[in-house]
């Protein structure tokens, strides 16, 4: 059973790849995509919630109308249907996408427990 999904194989796969984004793993709602964009970032809000774990590189994400600094092992949530995307990042930059839930989200309270 492959359970792990190693990033120089991730990064292998989407090298080989035509697209700015590869699947490389799913197991029920759960998808894993390794995304490196190429200039700019032409993301549209998705159906499902997202979670971005950076691989590599800095840059500014803009949610709505909010905006954060980014650096490589940062966490990033998106709800579903919210607007985002990724600027002024790095050449190196690429990130683990994970798309989960139902279309629309999960309803609940988002609380980040370190404050």
């Known amino acids: 059973m492959e359970f792990r999904v190693a990033y120089n194989r991730a990064l292998q796969a989407l090298e080989r790849s035509t697209e700015e984004a590869v699947t490389l793993f799913e197991h029920g709602t759960l998808s894993l995509e390794l995304y490196r964009p190429v200039g700019d970032d032409r993301q549209t809000p998705h159906e499902r919630d997202e979670v971005y774990i950076v691989a590599s590189g800095t840059g ?3 949610m ?3 905006e ?3 650096q490589a092992g940062d966490f990033l949530f998106v709800p579903a249907g ?3 995307r990724f600027t002024e990042f ?3 930059f ?3 996408v994970l798309f989960y839930g ?3 989200g999960e309803r609940g309270t ?3 427990l370190l404050g």
Do not use: G, I, K, Y
Request: glycine share 0%; proline share 8%; no cysteine.
């Open 64 to 66: 709505e109308e909010a």
């Open 102 to 104: 139902p279309r629309e």
């Open 90 to 92: 790095t050449p190196d």
């Open 110 to 112: 988002l609380r980040n």
């Open 82 to 84: 919210a607007s985002h």
């Open 68 to 70: 954060v600094r980014f």
């Open 60 to 62: 500014t994400f803009q």
């Open 94 to 96: 690429s990130t683990w």
